[in-house]
């Protein structure tokens, strides 16, 4: 009975270290984060090739298995990396005969992480061009330069003799234009505002013209009726041109042969004018008075008798006074050239 309890209890610790060294393992395990990447193709990488972030190893290639038209590659990050969840993963080649290694960009800076079983798809991920893919592109450039293509008949032979021409003795012209471009590109840069802004008013002019494209279609066709027009009477128009030209000069050579008499006139209507503008008020007066006096002198004439008839109010003439206003007479006087008579020398 003794015995059959010791061999229990040494049952059961065995039983206890395999479980604890099994949840050693399994925490070992789960300290690891695994992501599945997927690439058109992984030439040279393998189980067990370097996964590194910034060139520093973070973990290891698990798997490659092929996938159809992919290839899937399962990744294994070491405990505490951290990876941005919009990562992406790329196959480097160091160089043409090492081992190539994966390498996820960009490293983590803070935000969302990466989380574990993550896939990132073959579209968000590179590979590099292939040797053999690069010799062959070389070939096809050179074939299609060559003389059996581009210069078959030595037309690129003379394009580069000709361009080296031109170009033979201009490298400081070339070189100040780059730097003269490279200036430009900064002030364009630090007007990138105003320029936008440019942009923008532009814009809203271009969506003004479509909102109103009738009235402009319209404005076109005004402006293409006018222009055929003028087009059709361009004879006419190009000799109504010819003779105001004519007519022009013959009024500068008449100014130009009359300049003394057209000087004296004008000084001569100048106490005219003077006096109409002194007088501007009883000349309006009598522009507003004259119909009426017209119509009284119609009415007073007598087509019967071919007379005149009126009657004079005789106590105006008794109050004294002028008969007519100084200032009127006086005006009168300078546009007929009379002088007026003086009211001393009238009583007299």
């Known amino acids: ?13 065995a039983l206890v270290a395999v479980v604890a060294a099994t949840g ?26 370097d996964l590194r972030i910034l060139g520093v190893k973070v973990g290891t290639v698990d798997s490659v298995e092929p996938r159809g038209n992919e290839v899937k590659v399962v990744l294994r990050l070491d405990r505490g990396i951290d990876v941005p ?21 960009p490293a983590y800076d803070g935000g969302p992480r990466l989380a574990a079983g993550a896939v990132l798809p073959a579209a968000r991920n590179a590979t590099p061009v292939e040797v053999d893919e690069l010799y062959a592109s070389i070939t096809e450039l050179s074939t299609a330069l060559g003389p059996d293509g581009a210069n078959a008949n030595g037309a690129l032979a003379r394009l580069l003799e000709t361009g080296a021409k031109n170009l033979e003795g201009n490298g400081k012209a070339i070189g100040d234009s780059i730097e003269q471009f490279g200036k430009a590109t900064k002030t364009l840069d630090k007007s990138s505002g105003d320029l936008f802004d440019t942009l923008k008013y532009l814009q809203s002019f271009t969506t003004m013209l479509k909102e109103n494209d009738g009235n402009v279609r319209s404005a076109e066709q005004q402006l293409n009726t006018v222009t055929t027009f003028l087009a059709d009477d361009k004879k006419n128009l190009s000799a109504a041109l010819k003779e105001l030209g004519t007519a022009l000069g013959q009024v500068k050579t008449f100014i130009a042969k009359n300049r ?16 109409l503008v002194d007088q501007r008020a009883s000349l309006a007066e009598a522009m507003d008075t004259l119909p009426l006096a017209a119509g009284n002198v119609l009415n007073a004439y007598d087509p019967a008798h071919r007379t005149l008839n009126g009657r004079t109010n005789l106590n105006e003439l008794s109050m004294g006074g002028p008969l007519v206003e100084p200032g009127a007479a006086e005006a009168a006087g300078r ?14």
């Open 335 to 348: 546009l007929t050239g009379l002088a007026p008579v003086d009211a001393t020398r009238r009583k007299a």
């Open 85 to 105: 969840k919009d990562a992406h993963a790329v196959v480097v080649a160091p160089s043409l005969v090492a081992d190539r290694y994966i390498q996820l960009a």
């Open 260 to 275: 003394g008499s057209l000087k004296k006139n004008v000084e001569a209507l100048v106490p005219i004018t003077q006096a």
């Open 24 to 49: 050693v393992s399994a925490l070992e395990e789960d300290g690891k984060t695994t992501v599945t990447a997927y690439f058109d193709r992984a030439t040279g990488v393998y189980a067990g090739s």
């Open 1 to 13: 009975m003794r015995r059959t309890r010791i061999t229990g209890i040494g049952a059961g610790l």
